[in-house]
């Protein structure tokens, strides 16, 4: 039996932090939008982290299923990807000019992604889906933008919805909300707003919070590029979550098509901090017509990292090594989940699997086994997909498993 | 802000205090003690509600048919005028009944005004604190089911809401919820043991600064004041529709 944690030392931190910094942690990391119910059983703040595992700051290990939301991929310190990130720090890093480690980095994603043409760099999803949107725009010359209802393709005003506090009715006028794999709503979209829509942005399948995770049907994907191609507009995915747990050369080459442009970012650099989009060689002109940059776009520190990464990525076919640890995982918890009688489901890539008990739709039942889950050292979240990691070892995930039942068993005792 | 919003708001939260008023305060049930009446407003292009007194007892129902006090009302800016105290209110039906709405009624709405914008002085009173906060919880209820149908940007929030109840309330102190059905929202003052979604502020002194802008909810939810609950995305966007509460309240 694994021991309950304490989290005294967050808890205090985060009194600490909510005296200066608005929400106190604020984000996906923070207790509000990462769904810590009950706050009291989720660590706040970390103090180290390697491999899979990081430690809070009350000292407690975690089996960590999140790997900061995304970009942990290798595993944390990567001895290969943090060596070249070293070696390019000596040399330098933000520059007044860029390191030629840059066209290093473009080079291996031109190889590395099937639709890519070109790359250009940023540092977070957010800045290249706005510069993928805006290329998009600038090309076509027009405004409209479909968007598929579960989305998430970062905080910018042009992709949130009209409720969203701060956001300007004349920011998402020109969005076009439509249902994820209906393929008759998009074909009704495309002939209302003959020649208006720039582009069509997705994720490569819906990942959305607080729902089953869903794949497209089959032909879905086809269907939207075809239109694409019939009216003009761009066909731009949206990787930065799933990229590189999927498909080394796109979610979009998974699925069997390919985009116009291609967002990158979480998993790119094992944690450094770099997002790049790329595209076919039609669009080229239309990035480099944009007047974007940002101070720390094109520090070199972060491209060789992301060097070392891809190759490390590539030597070791992460995406079906991730899948596969997913899919081992997945098939231990279904099987202590039926053994205590709880229904639970695992949808989406195993490599990227999301949770559901669907004993209880209002996911309170689903939420208390999250938290006794948390309580005992396997870091899961109860709204959001998860992410696996090349450092997840066969032990890490029977350790799991075996916690998992253990919050099965305390569920049961708790007469849930 | 729109008016028509401000309409409905200012008849099924405002106004609608008026029950839990009574409910709440001797002194407001005083004055309606031997009455027998029911007064309707029915606004043009907006909400129509009726107030029924009877016996010290008062409760809303919506249309202004079963009413012996009618006043119809042009417009929705001339009613939210009237609920402002910029314009008087004239009744065409039970104009024997007058004496109640320039008596008791007047009384009433004056002593609501005193609880829902109250002093720093009358808040030191502890039972004063106490009706005004559990007033303020029922307002801005009935406020968010009005806003999540009425408002343009409210009932976008409302299309996002999955159906089921999204329990509202304070440890040791009122609950509520908001029963959302085919994106339509319908404020029930009163417990569930059936929730899809629970929001809980830890006290009735933290709800009190949630409440005034004192204190941030997404802090609380971070320092275990605010408890949140099962079907997360419905208190996402109930928590939108609530920002709009402050922009028509204010």
Request: a negative charge; aromatic letters at 10%; one cysteine or more.
């Amino acid at each position: 039996m694994h021991p309950i944690f304490d989290h005294t030392k967050s808890r205090t931190q985060f009194d600490r932090a909510a005296r200066v910094i608005p929400s106190g942690v604020y984000g996906h990391l923070g207790p509000a939008e990462g769904c810590f119910i009950p706050v009291s059983a989720y660590p706040q703040f970390s103090e180290r982290a390697q491999g899979t595992y990081f430690w809070d700051i009350d000292g407690n290990r975690y089996i960590d299923y999140m790997c900061a939301y995304g970009p942990n991929i290798l595993g944390y310190n990567d001895p290969d990807v943090d060596e070249a990130a070293r070696r390019q720090r000596e040399k330098g890093d933000c520059v007044t000019a860029p390191s030629a480690v840059m066209i290093d980095f473009a080079e291996l994603l031109v190889d590395t992604v099937a639709c890519a043409d070109w790359a250009f760099f940023a540092k977070n999803g957010n800045d290249v889906t706005s510069i993928a949107v805006r290329a998009a725009r600038a090309y076509t010359h027009r405004k409209k933008l479909i968007f598929f209802k579960g989305y998430y393709h970062g905080i910018s005003p042009w992709c949130q919805k009209l409720d969203n506090a701060g956001v300007l009715p004349e920011e998402v006028q020109n969005n076009l909300y439509l249902d994820w794999n209906d393929e008759q709503q998009l074909e009704q979209a495309f002939a209302e707003n003959k020649g208006q829509i720039a582009a069509v942005i997705s994720q490569p399948y819906m990942h959305g919070n607080f729902v089953d995770n869903t794949f497209p049907k089959e032909g879905f994907w086809q269907k939207v590029r075809k239109l694409c191609d019939d009216n003009g507009t761009v066909l731009i995915v949206d990787d930065v979550r799933a990229g590189f747990r999927m498909d080394m050369k796109g979610s979009d080459h998974y699925f069997g098509f390919k985009a116009d442009l291609i967002c990158f970012c979480k998993a790119l650099a094992n944690g450094y901090n770099v997002s790049a989009l790329c595209g076919q060689d039609f669009l080229k002109n239309a990035v480099s017509g944009l007047s974007v940059t940002g101070s720390y776009w094109l520090s070199a520190v972060p491209f060789a990292a992301g060097i070392a990464c891809i190759e490390k990525m590539k030597k070791l076919n992460c995406p079906q090594l991730l899948i596969d640890k997913g899919q081992k995982l997945a098939d231990g918890l279904l099987e202590q989940a039926k053994k205590y009688g709880y229904d639970l489901h695992i949808t989406g890539m195993p490599s990227l699997f999301y949770l559901r008990l669907a004993d209880d739709p209002s996911l309170m039942l689903h939420q208390a086994w999250i938290a006794e889950c948390q309580k005992r050292g396997v870091f899961f979240t109860n709204h959001h997909n998860h992410f696996i990691n090349a450092a997840l070892s066969d032990a890490d995930i029977a350790e799991t498993v075996e916690i998992a039942g253990e919050a099965f068993a305390a569920l049961r005792e708790m007469g849930k | 802000m729109d008016q028509r919003t401000l309409a409905y708001i200012n008849l099924f939260a405002v106004l609608g205090a008026l029950p839990e008023l009574c409910r709440l305060s001797p002194e407001a049930q005083a004055y309606i003690r031997n009455q027998k009446v029911s007064v309707g407003f029915d606004v043009k292009g907006g909400p129509a509600g009726t107030l029924f007194f009877e016996n010290g007892v008062c409760r809303m129902e919506e249309g202004a048919d079963k009413c012996v006090v009618r006043i119809p009302v042009g417009s929705c800016e001339k009613f939210n005028r009237i609920i402002d105290g910029k314009a008087t209110p004239i009744p065409t039906r039970g104009l024997t009944k007058i004496g109640f709405l320039t008596g008791p009624f007047t009384k009433l709405t004056d002593l609501l005004t005193r609880y829902l914008r109250p002093s720093e002085e009358d808040l030191k009173d502890e039972r004063f604190f106490d009706v005004s906060t559990r007033l303020m919880f029922h307002l801005i209820l009935s406020a968010v089911a009005q806003i999540a149908n009425e408002d343009e940007v409210g009932r976008v929030s409302a299309s996002y809401i999955v159906d089921g109840k999204i329990k509202l309330s304070i440890a040791g102190g009122p609950a509520g919820y908001l029963d959302a059905k085919d994106h339509r929202l319908t404020a029930v003052h009163q417990d569930t043991d059936r929730p899809f979604s629970v929001m809980e502020f830890c006290d009735m002194r933290l709800a009190r600064q949630l409440f005034d802008g004192k204190v941030n909810a997404v802090t609380c939810v971070g320092t275990g004041q605010v408890r949140m609950g099962g079907m997360i995305s419905q208190l996402d966007n109930v928590n939108r529709i609530l920002d709009r509460v402050s922009l028509y309240l204010a």
